[in-house]
């Protein structure tokens, strides 16, 4: 089992910068795939960014490239969302995710591969 806890959400304006964090403990290993995934009420859980553990494997969604950078500290078992440039559209909640395999650019759009999953954390964007 792999718990996962993020932390970092608040409320910025237009243009300014949030770091989320995903702190994971259980039973976690190089190779598997972390990653983050938002939801907006009423919208689908969409991928952001995944990257595999201890490597530099990384996949971002096109829309966010630029402005959201996805990395990992493997010492502290955490992994990082920077986000810059914030939109009032990134409001959502953010949820960190992982799975026991190495990325791939379909996991972005697949959720359900992922068997771990945090509770969320709120980014709110106002204009």
């Known amino acids: 089992q792999v718990q996962l806890v993020e932390s970092g959400g608040g409320s910025v304006q237009t243009g300014g910068s949030l770091r989320l964090s995903c702190a994971a403990s259980?039973?976690?290993?190089?190779?598997?795939?972390m990653g983050w995934f938002r939801q907006a009420p009423g919208r689908e859980r969409e991928g952001v960014a995944l990257i595999t553990t201890g490597s530099d494997n990384t996949y971002t969604a096109d829309s966010l490239k630029g402005r959201f950078t996805i990395s990992q500290d493997n010492a502290m078992n955490t992994m990082y969302l920077q986000m810059n440039n914030l939109k009032p559209e990134d409001t959502a909640v953010y949820y960190c995710?992982?799975?026991?395999?190495?990325?791939?650019?379909?996991?972005?759009?697949?959720?359900?591969?992922?068997?771990?999953w945090g509770r969320g954390t709120q980014v709110t964007v106002s204009s």
């Open positions: 995710a992982a799975y026991s395999d190495r990325c791939y650019l379909y996991s972005l759009f697949n959720h359900r591969l992922f068997q771990f």
């Open positions: 259980g039973n976690t290993y190089s190779g598997y795939c």
